[in-house]
């Protein structure tokens, strides 16, 4: 397949382009110097800009937990369907859609990459099934580290290297690409029906604090070599107050970084941002944070940007949904996952009249306006937990329109409208920073090297969107901005075009991208011999599965694309 997209806006922060005219040449699903253009499929892109396909860094799309949302809100499907088209398939739901309305949804966006960012390990098996069951994008998952019982046991008696070892196998093991941490020692302690109170209060039975996981954990990401750091939600989350864990958390940190790069993304930030000590005397914690972030190079974080609908909330983090189900008197599911983690889901309305909700909306945006460097905040809604991803061409009106965002002030609660910053920052975005916030500087975050540019050999993943800079005044035209993110004119994907003006044309399987530790094999060859021993041995003692079924082979995947690392620890026998 040839393309040619010829004369568009482009905007490809990676590559220091920025709204240049310019032609972008496609061939055998890569970026390409030229392409021969009688041979070519021609786009006129005169109008419009063109960017690299959308990348979302953290989008709960797929597993158990996803499942358990779908299953626990029937209501949630009623009111919003994909109809079968003769290249589609026929979907259901709003803030939990269906696999396949999910990819569709997505790529109408443009968006062409994304991560699931929360898989119990053991759960992996259902987690991949759902990620290969959902097309047009390609995806990679995140297993959760936190609280699995080794990483606590090898922690405390600070070993490290050992640490490394059991993680470069889990990951390789489950197929995931980042290590995330929820609550770290929290979620085990929900087990035991109580909470940690700050990075410093021990763990039930583990003798560890959440700051020896963040720390110990920190370490053994930078041992294993992995693409992206840490992805850290972070303890206190939803707490009145726990903007200064989240200062805490960062701060824990520090020493690590080399280089001044990042060694740390707090994710979903707006939740962890919250000042006051009671619901009534909240207040948006957001200018501290920002300022952490704007004098610290060392950490990236994304918005976990509210919006005002009915949606779905699903975490990990076990304690928090039960404070949710008690808030808001919803009905809620628990889920034990064995050794590993924890699980809580509950129906959500945010209200534009309620002042802790309309807080919570003003303060993702604070966040994302108060941080100076585009390329260390993105925009997520934690999907669909603060709102569903198909809102996001909304936040994007708001990050470029200071008249968008003065609209929706006039409508939120008063008490929350007087106590917000929003109203003294005039700052708007232009085309450039949206393509960093929402695909540039996610993909650099991620260390995907092919991903969020257009550079040649980049994977041929692009959107053009109807919408002339030249001729369009963002701040002032805000709907047009919203209306054109809402469907591409083109969504192209590994170099062939998928969507047109809104409609799915093509429906293609994404790769499932993940670390290659170099361990995945149960077999002593391909691994560090103890460290099989001792895991064989532990099998028997801690899950309800044989090791053997624990473990996703490659072939398992539908569409395997692994990403070597080199791990600075010995990971096979000599
Ligand atoms: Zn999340």
């Known amino acids: 397949m040839v393309l040619l997209i010829k004369n568009g806006f482009v905007y490809d922060p990676l590559n220091g382009v920025k709204g240049d005219r310019m032609d972008v040449a496609i061939e055998n699903g890569k970026i390409v110097e030229k392409v021969n253009e009688e041979k070519a499929e021609v786009i006129d892109a005169s109008d419009m800009v063109v960017m690299p396909g959308g990348v979302d860094i953290h989008t ?121 941490i929820v609550n770290p020692g929290g979620v085990e302690s929900w087990g035991f029906g109580r909470n940690v109170k700050n990075l410093d209060d021990p763990v039930p039975n583990f003798g560890i604090t959440p700051r020896d996981i963040i720390r110990g954990l920190c370490k053994v990401n930078q041992i294993l070599n992995l693409p992206h750091t840490i992805h850290v939600h972070t303890n206190r989350l939803g707490q009145p107050g726990n903007y200064l864990t989240a200062i805490e958390t960062m701060k824990c940190v520090e020493d690590l970084a080399t280089d001044n ?83 809580g889901i509950v129906p959500f309305t945010y209200r534009r009249r309620n002042f802790v909700h309309a807080t919570m909306w003003t303060i993702g945006l604070e966040l994302a306006l108060l941080v100076e460097d585009p390329w260390r905040v993105y925009l997520t809604t934690d999907h669909p937990n603060a709102a569903p991803f198909t809102t996001y061409p909304k936040i994007v009106s708001w990050l470029m329109s200071s008249r968008a965002r003065e609209k929706m002030l006039g409508k939120i609660n008063k008490k929350a409208r007087k106590r917000s910053l929003l109203q003294g920052i005039d700052r708007e ?12 500087g996610q993909a650099k ?20 969107y109807d919408l002339n800079p030249k ?63 001792d895991l064989k041995k532990r099998f028997r003692e801690y899950w309800t599965v044989e090791m053997e079924n624990y473990v996703i082979p490659e072939n398992y995947l539908k569409s395997s694309a692994p990403i070597r690392v080199k791990p600075e620890v010995q990971t096979k026998s000599p």
């Open 261 to 343: 790069q990042p060694v740390i993304h707090i994710t979903h930030c707006q939740f962890s941002a919250f000042k006051g000590d009671s619901w009534g005397t909240l207040r948006s914690g957001a200018e501290e944070i920002a300022k952490y972030v704007n004098s610290h190079s060392h950490v990236t974080i994304d918005m976990g940007q509210v919006v005002f609908t009915d949606t779905t909330t699903m975490t990990a983090d076990g304690p928090w949904q039960y404070t949710l189900h008690e808030l808001s008197g919803n009905k809620w599911v628990n889920h034990d996952v064995e050794t590993e983690t924890a699980a």
């Open 60 to 180: 709960h799309i797929a597993g158990s937990e996803v499942n358990a949302g779908r299953l626990l809100r029937p209501e949630d499907h009623y009111n919003d369907t994909e109809t079968k088209t003769a290249t589609t398939r026929s979907g259901v739901g709003h803030s939990v859609p269906s696999t396949f309305t999910t990819g569709y949804r997505y790529s109408r966006m443009g968006y062409t990459t994304i991560c699931n960012p929360s898989m119990p390990p053991l759960e992996a098996r259902h987690t991949h099934e759902e990620l290969d069951d959902t097309p047009m994008v390609d995806k990679t998952t995140f297993p959760l580290l936190g609280d699995w019982w080794f990483v606590l046991e090898l922690l405390h008696k600070d070993q490290i290297k050992e640490c490394a070892s059991y993680v470069a196998w889990l990951i390789a093991a489950t197929k995931g690409y980042a290590i995330k």
């Open 471 to 533: 001729m369009t005044d963002c701040s002032r035209d805000y709907w047009t901005v919203r209306g054109a993110f809402e469907k591409t004119a083109y969504t192209i994907k590994g170099g062939e075009v998928v969507a047109k003006n809104g409609v799915i044309t093509k429906s293609v399987m994404g790769k499932t991208m993940w670390a290659d530790t170099g361990v995945s094999s149960c077999t002593e060859d391909a691994f560090c011999p103890e460290v099989l021993r």
């Open 445 to 464: 975050a991620l260390g995907m090297k092919n991903k969020g540019h257009l550079g040649l050999d980049a994977d041929a993943d692009i959107a053009v």
């Open 429 to 440: 975005y232009d085309l450039y920073d949206v393509a960093v916030v929402t695909r540039a």
